[in-house]
């Protein structure tokens, strides 16, 4: 062996971890290849064996945005600011789907993984992560169901169209915060797989989903701006459909949305070392 | 010794697991009931302390701690050090700590002290065909373990071809793994494995999987990675395996290592304590005894044709070797079984119950004792391993498979009688049987 191999040998160093450290960007890296094919692997499975494959979707949020529009739109008749109904909840039932796909799976990401936990290092964090990637894909295909809307409804495209990103930005770390919290939970109190569907359900009513955000009184209107999903929702709207960015909806969330990751991270980590242990 | 040459450094490495999950039980409905108001709540200290235990250490034992019935020292203040290039094999009963310390030094789990390094890339293989997925090709399952064991998407890009040939099912290499026999997966996922190029190679019984031409195969490719210069821990039950691959082995017995050295001595050590498998292995408590759900295993005994607990056996006389099980449901045909290996390994033979009045009828519960006669002047000299199996059959399910459950020594005593004669030297062969020989004799000529 050369001097130069020698001097590169990486050192592994095993000691009891302290609970609290910051992510490991560079191992992560270093995981890469794995992360993409677990992604892959997630993505691939889902529709293994369907008939209509990678058209569910497209259909699962079609036919709930059919439900609300006749529940809500034609016989609740809600206030929609002007915009046709189909298209105010097309805009938002999308990206809501995403975030209770991924915040659900990736609660459950260690959980199912357990197995392979216990065989096997890779850096913990892409169990999570890889249940709110793998769930962009599902979301890039159904965003043609709001193409097709906007299309319809002849919508003209605004300068808003430019944050488009940052909502993806939002509504991603969103549910990677709720994602590394609720799995980190999972593994220790399996209450979290009860209490989900019905969190879930809860969490979309109190986000301008099937309602408009102007409906709430402005007395409460910071405090229920703290609920990122209302930031994601209304944003994605503003640019979609081009009306007015509404920043002081956004604001408060996205502060919300950067401490739920934050927080989620260091919880995560701190759980890490015993995950294992207490499976 | 210069520390570039150690690949694996061990430093008192202790780690504690709580078991303290134990139910209540209630003596009265209402105490029931008011416990069960109270549940969410214990509920949740029991869980919440599963993981709290940053404050005890393992020299003080259990004064510092109030509760310590719950918790476990699964290793105590480990200790050693691995030369690049050694291949070292890891023995010790069920619940030694072996897996444990695999699991640390693959950052499965991480240690409650101490600490280790480890030099150059570490893969380990605790199983065989982590992460394959059912609805995956064979292909796609290649890339996934493979990264999965640590290789980047360009190693397997680059050993695909030889992977897929090793494993034999290139045939079948687009079709989901769901289709597969089990072999083929098997075969599949070793051949994964075995093309990971790691600097230090942490294996845990992988070898249990398979036929035994399968598992021959591992053998062969495990001594070739050996031979490689790369570093190997090795973990098994297999000692035949053991004494043949490693040079070295450790010892450990109830999370502490009492023996390091020459793999033949610390397995003959092994098998000569009360700590390996001797003449006679019991399993007083049923809850850890190997089992499945209609049988379970109880002791197994190598007796002289007198009857006593023996492990070393006169060459010239019969043995038997006796199973002593449970059924632990009526109704189904059983066929116990034994396998016996000598020191390098090879199978020497396997039999099967031939008993008629079992054979083909099904049993009712109860405690069975199956005894095996093997004649005088069949084996050759040397250690026996006997593994000890139990299959129901109709459909063929295993109950339990105890690998290496005892051992005994055959031995010749040279008084001219057995099948040496006159003869002193080593004598190969896996059987001595007692032949007749003849001569013809013609003067004439």
Known sequence: MNKSSEINTPINIIKPRSGWQIIDFKELKEYRDLFYFLVWRDVKVLYAQTILGFSWAILQPLIQVLIFTIVFGKVAKLPTDGIPYILFSTVAIIPWTYMSQAMTQSSQSLISGQHMLGKVYFPRLIFPLTSVLAKLVDFGISMLIIL??????????????????????????????????????????????????????????????????SSIPETYRIIYSLNPIVGVIEGYRACLLGTPMPWPYIWPGMITAALLLISGAFYFKRMERVFVDVI | MNSRDIAIKVENISKLYRIGLKENMHDSFGAAIFSFIKSPLRNYRKYRSLYKFDDINPNSGSKSHSNSSDIIWALRDISFQVKRGEVVGIIGRNGAGKSTLLRILSRITNPTSGHAEIRGGVSSLLEVGTGFHQELTGRENVYLNGTILGMKKKEVDQKFDEIVEFSGVEKFIDTPVKRYSSGMKVRLAFSVAAHLEPEVLIIDEVLAVGDADFQNKCLNKMQDIGQQGRTVLFVSHNMPAVTRLCERTILLHDGRVIEDGPSPQVVSAYLHSDLGSTAAREWPDAEKAPAGPVARLRAVRVRTEDGRITDTVDIRRQLSIEMEYEVLKSGQVLLPHFGLRNEQGTSVFVTVDLDPTWRQHPRPKGRYVSTVWIPGNLLAEGTLFVTCKLLTLNPNVLQFRERSAVAFHVIDSLDGDSARGDFVKTMPGVVRPLLDWTTQYDSDS
């Open chain 1, 148 to 213: 097709g809307a906007i299309l319809y409804y002849r919508v003209v495209p605004t300068w808003n169209l430019l944050l488009f990103p940052l909502f993806v930005m939002l509504m991603v770390s969103i549910s990677a915060g709720v994602g590394m919290w609720l799995s980190a939970m999972a593994i220790r109190f399996r209450d979290v797989k009860h209490a989900m569907p019905f969190a879930v359900r809860m969490l979309m009513y109190t986000a301008p989903i099937v309602y408009s955000a």
